[in-house]
Nanobody, 128 residues
Framework: VQLQASGGGLVQAGGSLRLSCAAS????????MGWFRQAPGKEREFVAA????????FYADSVKGRFTISRENAVFPLYLQMNSLTPEDTAVYYC??????????????????????WGQGTLVTVSS
């Protein structure tokens, strides 16, 4: 499956953006899906994830209560609604997916190495 993230842009602190992740290819399968981000000069970090069944969602502490991960009809597109943005949220955001089994633990879903498919990233810039 090929992933395409979009929806990034420039927004003022306190504003909102919604990122989307579309897919082509084998989109009928169910995937564990996640969002990661990489700020300039920093390592890629976990943002949010949703399980194949949709029954479990996970968030990094830094975004909990501000960001919401969702998807339509249990498959793609995948969304990330981002509210109350701060300059610390500035990063390239990547969507990721994997069709394998993830044990229902935060430490599986937040592990970038577990995801096989990655989008190209979309830049989010939050100005102060």
């Amino acid at each position: 499956v090929q992933l395409q993230a979009s929806g990034g842009g420039l927004v003022q602190a306190g504003g909102s953006l919604r990122l989307s992740c579309a897919a082509s290819g084998r989109t009928s399968s169910r995937y564990n899906m996640g969002w990661f981000r990489q700020a300039p000069g920093k390592e890629r970090e976990f943002v949010a994830a949703i399980s194949r069944s949709g029954g479990s969602v996970f968030y990094a502490d830094s975004v909990k209560g501000r960001f919401t991960i969702s998807r339509e009809n249990a498959v793609f597109p995948l969304y990330l609604q981002m509210n109350s943005l701060t300059p610390e949220d500035t990063a390239v955001y990547y969507c990721a997916a994997d069709a394998g089994y993830f044990a229902g633990s935060y430490y599986n879903f937040n592990n970038a190495g577990k995801y096989e498919y990655w989008g190209q990233g979309t830049l989010v810039t939050v100005s102060s």
